[in-house]
T-cell receptor
């Protein structure tokens, strides 16, 4: 069974500062990993995903994440925070090897990012 | 443009009433999912369907029912047996449930409030 842990339910950073949102995963097989963003009263939007190609993945809105197998981590970063980045962010995992028909994404509990002007 | 449409965006229900939330997709995706979102609890899976005319219970199916008569549609009924239905409900879909590489596409959600 797979799982994800997001460290910190709330993170605050100043505008222009580095954004770092942490995600650690547990999976018995090499996983696929995802980051989603959710703005208030909206659905989730895919930011980026790791699918066993490059370990450094670039996504939309200037975000990127690095897959580190040795640390079982997939942390999300952005060099310079913008006010529009304020949202909730979810990490998710899916096993990379098909167990045909039985895979479902497992989501973390989310991290709410606040940007301080 | 292809996507998932959830309606209505806001829904109010009186105690003891059943209500149905609509979810329609034009992405030609095989699998569809319903999640419930409460503050601080992340996403909890209610039901999912990997093919037409078949669906399975998720982690919190009690008090809910679904149908999958068409590939494009996966409506969720919140019954009077659901004791605390006030929440944000999200519908999602994926192209092939056996290929985890794709992830999910989400609708914009329905906020249900019991009055």
């Amino acid at each position: 069974a797979q799982s994800v842990t997001q460290l910190g339910s709330h993170v605050s950073v100043s505008e222009g500062a580095l954004v770092l949102l942490r995600c650690n995963y547990s999976s018995s097989v090499p996983p696929y990993l995802f980051w989603y963003v959710q703005y208030p009263n909206q659905g989730l939007q895919l930011l980026l995903k790791y699918t066993s190609a490059a370990t450094l993945v670039k996504g939309i809105n200037g975000f990127e994440a690095e897959f580190k197998k040795s640390e079982t981590s997939f942390h999300l970063t952005k060099p310079s925070a913008h006010m529009s980045d304020a949202a909730e962010y979810f990490c998710a995992v899916n096993p990379g090897i098909s167990n045909f028909g039985n895979e479902k994404l497992t989501f973390g509990t989310g991290t709410r990012l606040t940007i301080i002007p | 443009d292809g996507g998932i449409t959830q309606s209505p965006k806001y829904l109010f229900r009186k105690e003891g009433q059943n209500v149905t939330l609509s979810c329609e997709q034009n992405l030609n995706h095989d699998a569809m999912y319903w999640y419930r979102q409460d503050p601080g609890q992340g996403l909890r899976l209610i039901y999912y369907s990997q093919i037409v005319n078949d669906f399975q219970k998720g982690d919190i199916a009690e008090g809910y029912s679904v149908s999958r008569e068409k590939k494009e549609s996966f409506p969720l009924t919140v019954t009077s047996a659901q004791k605390n239905p006030t929440a944000f409900y999200l519908c999602a879909s994926s192209p092939n449930p056996g290929q985890g590489i794709y992830g999910y596409t989400f609708g914009s959600g329905t906020r249900l409030t019991v009055v």
